[in-house]
């Protein structure tokens, strides 16, 4: 039996005494897609914070088997977890070459002296960072900078890659291709849990998603179960 890369149950998280979370519970299977949708508001960024270790959680959090909820965001880090978050934080005074080496911190703590080498396997997946590598970040359009933040956390050899909201205030066309590259990145074995306000993109390429509403899984299914839900489908997808 396969044993989910994560595991969360029961976990409740907020800010202060203000619990934003209620009780969600999901898992990630080692190679997959998932994806959590949900209106403003109602938990999906903080599902990710809580589990990269930047807000204090309640409830359980496993990986690859070995329960995390006491460890750091380092210890998490260097785990093989790694969160790209909505605004992308670059170093926008720093080139892409640069921000891209900084992201090679886990494989070079771990003692890969081979690290540097995921320069060309990112380079592969984003030639467009290949031919603006000497650019600074902040010059970058916003397509660019989100496949900079993408490049940058894939430095790290991540088991688990944590996406928030990738798509966000980009063109179409850029869209289709961050959403290619999420594909190609599921070929390669990278398990994936996307956060995504567009719902019906994001559970086309899903294994499994869920709806939080309110801080708590309203629904739970497979991608194309989610989509045919007349339920889901009215409240998000538009119809």
Do not use: C
Request: no cysteine.
């Amino acid at each position: 039996m396969t044993v989910p890369i994560l595991k969360v149950t029961n976990m409740h998280a907020g800010f202060g005494k203000a619990e934003v979370l209620h009780g969600i519970s999901l898992e990630v299977m080692p190679g997959g897609v998932i994806t959590v949708i949900g209106p403003n508001g109602a938990g999906k960024s903080t599902t990710l914070n809580a589990l990269m270790g930047l807000l204090k959680a309640s409830g359980g959090i496993e990986f690859n088997g070995q329960a995390i909820d006491d460890t750091t965001l380092e210890e998490r880090v260097m785990l093989g977890i790694a969160l790209v978050p909505e605004r992308r934080e670059l170093f926008t005074t720093m080139s892409v070459a640069d921000n891209l080496l900084l992201g090679g911190y886990r494989p070079m703590k771990l003692g890969d002296r081979q690290w540097r080498d995921g320069l060309d396997q990112v380079y592969s997946l984003f030639p467009r960072l290949k031919e603006r590598e000497r650019q600074m970040a902040g010059t970058l359009s916003g397509g660019e900078r989100q496949m900079l933040a993408v490049a940058r956390a894939l430095m790290g050899q991540p088991k688990l890659l944590m996406l928030d909201e990738p798509s966000l205030g980009l063109a179409p066309r850029v869209v289709k291709e961050i959403f290619n590259i999420i594909e190609r990145l599921r070929e390669s074995g990278v398990s994936i849990l996307l956060v995504e306000q567009n719902a019906q993109q994001a559970l086309n390429i899903a294994d499994k998603g869920f709806v939080l509403v309110s801080g708590r899984n309203e629904h739970t299914g497979t991608g194309k179960e989610l989509i045919n839900d007349p339920e889901v489908r009215k409240k998000f997808l538009g119809g």
